[in-house]
């Protein structure tokens, strides 16, 4: 994930923010103005450049094909939300951005705002139906480990709690 923060909000939002959207829209924009930089980012940048680059890093860290990469972005975008979950955050973020903070706050907000954008890629991620007693580490009342050194159900930590008292 860092490799993603420091491609998309290091490069890409310093050449968009700074070079493109100044060109292609003025540099104290009206609302209209600001609507279609929101936009013009939020459908043009972030199914683009914004969000396949987490799934390339992943690609080369892991060692797997870009195609499947690919694959994969494209399947989160059309069967998890991808993009809506992305455009709930970022689109009214973004109005805010181009709409009240001065050009030279963009970028760190645009980080702060990453911040919490990391969080719920990692979550999405990250899921898992697993029961926490079906975990590799968890170990239950495993009796060859020593009590020391296994993890206990909540049950069993609370009773054994009980009975040193």
């Known amino acids: 994930m860092a490799l993603y923060s420091g491609t998309t909000l290091g490069v890409a939002a310093e050449i968009t923010y700074k070079r493109i959207l100044p060109i292609k829209f003025e540099t104290n924009p009206s609302t209209a103005q600001v609507a279609k930089m929101t936009l013009f980012d939020a459908f043009i940048n972030a199914p683009l450049l914004y969000l396949p680059p987490p799934y390339i890093a992943q690609a080369i860290v892991y060692r797997y094909p870009l195609r499947q990469a690919l694959r994969k972005y494209v399947g989160d975008v059309r069967e998890n939300g991808l993009l809506k979950t992305y455009w709930n955050l970022w689109v009214p973020a973004t109005f805010f951005n181009f709409s009240v903070l001065p050009p030279h706050f963009r970028i760190a907000f645009a980080d702060s705002v990453s ?46 709690n009980e009975s040193t008292r």
């Open 115 to 160: 911040f919490f954008w990391m969080i719920i890629l990692s979550l999405a991620d990250n899921k898992s139906d697993l029961d926490p007693e079906e975990c590799p580490v968890y170990t239950g009342a495993d009796s060859s480990e020593s009590s020391s050194t296994r993890l206990m159900p909540l049950e069993g930590l609370e009773s054994e």
